[in-house]
């Protein structure tokens, strides 16, 4: 079955500086895409970024990217020059086997930025 | 294009109440999800409609909750007889589905608190 960790409960990073948030996947489904939502206190799921398993190279959207390590089963986010407003809770997701909009989502990391 | 958008943005009823959430997706999107995420959780699915049909429901999704979209166009999902347990925000998502992999783009949820 699959299943998401994000092993991080909460993180607090310096304004300006890069943090990373971790996510751990299980799948048995050969091709399969990653997700990270962005949710902050407003409530809504702000999709932030996609990795395809079958990519060639890590996606980046901005000042996010994904550090996509395949054999590891991890599709860590990198967030770089933290923002006050990047202040959230951060959710990575995948998709149940062959079942695109049917994600499964991880606990998610609540991300603080300090001034 | 003004995004998933939903309505209210927060019920509070009491207990043995009939409610109901209306969702207005994207509008070229033919996919729409409804999801729960209960206090430090990730969402977790409900249902989803392709067009008008409803495809799946999850085992989450008690006989008292019932989902519609008619015309494929905005949902309802309708909770009757409340418990203190459905308190939750309530999640809608939509996307446009070609048969590829699949984006959702969640609105600002329903945040329902059952007394």
């Known amino acids: 079955a699959q299943k998401i960790t994000q092993t991080q409960p909460g993180m607090f990073v310096q304004e300006k500086e890069a943090v990373t948030l971790d996510c751990t996947y299980d799948?048995?489904?050969?091709?399969?895409?990653l997700f990270w939502y962005k949710q902050p206190s407003s409530g809504e799921m702000i999709f932030l970024i996609y990795?395809?398993?079958?990519?060639?190279q890590n996606a980046t959207e901005g000042r996010y990217s994904l550090n996509f390590q395949k054999a590891r089963k991890s599709a860590n986010l990198v967030i770089s020059a933290s923002q006050l407003g990047d202040s959230a809770m951060y959710f990575c997701a995948i998709p149940r086997y062959n079942q695109g909009g049917k994600l499964i989502f991880g606990q998610g990391t609540e991300l603080s930025v300090k001034p | 294009d003004t995004g998933v958008s939903q309505d209210p943005r927060h019920k509070i009823t009491k207990r043995g109440q009939n409610v109901t959430f209306r969702c207005d997706p994207i509008s070229e999107h033919n996919r729409l999800y409804w999801y729960r995420q209960t206090l430090g959780q990730g969402p977790e699915f409900l249902t989803y409609f392709q067009n008008e049909a409803q495809l799946e429901k999850s085992r989450l999704l008690s006989d008292r909750f019932s989902a519609e979209r008619p015309k494929g166009s905005f949902s309802t999902l309708e909770i009757q007889r409340t418990e203190q347990g459905d308190s939750a925000m309530y999640l809608c998502?939509?996307?446009?589905?070609?048969?590829?992999?699949?984006?959702?783009?969640f609105g600002s949820g329903t945040q329902l608190s059952v007394l």
């Open positions: 799948t048995s489904d050969p091709s399969y895409g």
């Open positions: 990795q395809g398993s079958y990519d060639q």
């Open positions: 998502a939509s996307s446009y589905f070609s048969g590829g992999g699949e984006k959702l783009f």
